[in-house]
Structures are given as C-alpha cells and as structure tokens.
Nanobody, 122 residues
Framework: QVHVVESGGGLVQAGGSLRLSCAASGRTFSSYAMGWFRQAPKKRDIVAAIRWDGGSTYYADSVKGRFTISRDNAKNTVYLQMNSLKPEDTAVYYC????????????????WGQGTQVTVSS
C-alpha cells in the first residue's frame, strides 16, 4: 500500500511558477507509476504521469512545454514543476500512485492524496 501527501500549492500570479511535491510512503514506491491530476467541475483530468523508473513521461496537451514531472525514488517523492502558469490552471491538484508501470487514466490509479489547491490570479 502507498500513502501519498501533496504539498506546494498556493496563490501565484499569471506567468509565475510553483513546484508541487508528493511524498509517498511504502517500500515499493519505486515500482509504482505516479501521476498528477486536477479536478475539473465534473471530472478529474490528468495533468502529467511518469513511469515507475522515470523513463517515460506523459503530459496533457494543455500543459506541454510548461509543466515538468519528475521523481526521486530514493526520496519517495514525485514533483510537478509548473511554469508560465495561467488562470485556467487553477484547480485542486492531486497526486496518485498506480500499481501499473505506466498509467494515464484516473481509474488506473490505486492511491490518491487529499489534494493541494493551486490558484493563479490574472
């Protein structure tokens, strides 16, 4: 089992940057794919995902070129660096762990954090 806790959210002006962190417990963290999602009004959309070994990443079209996902398996932590933030990036961001080696759909993820609020002002 994996327990994940997000941090790093906050209020930032448009064009600014934030780095989200997701600390995970569990000795098998390195075998899990990790993903970042954000909550839309009626669904949870993927933002970025990273393979268990960091060897492959996936990004939603809306964040390509602005966001970067990375992981440090030695620290059981995954990061989301968000640059050039826009008001439409405002959302609650969730970190999640999947027992699959790579996963991009919400229902492929087994463990979820409580979320961290990101607000981008115009």
């Amino acid at each position: 089992q994996v327990h994940v806790v997000e941090s790093g959210g906050g209020l930032v002006q448009a064009g600014g940057s934030l780095r989200l962190s997701c600390a995970a417990s569990g000795r098998t963290f390195s075998s899990y794919a990790m993903g970042w999602f954000r909550q839309a009004p009626k669904k949870r959309d993927i933002v970025a995902a990273i393979r268990w070994d960091g060897g492959s990443t996936y990004y939603a079209d809306s964040v390509k070129g602005r966001f970067t996902i990375s992981r440090d398996n030695a620290k059981n932590t995954v990061y989301l660096q968000m640059n050039s933030l826009k008001p439409e990036d405002t959302a609650v961001y969730y970190c999640a762990a999947s027992s699959l080696f790579v996963a991009t759909m919400p229902d492929e993820y087994d463990y979820w954090g409580q979320g961290t609020q990101v607000t981008v002002s115009s």
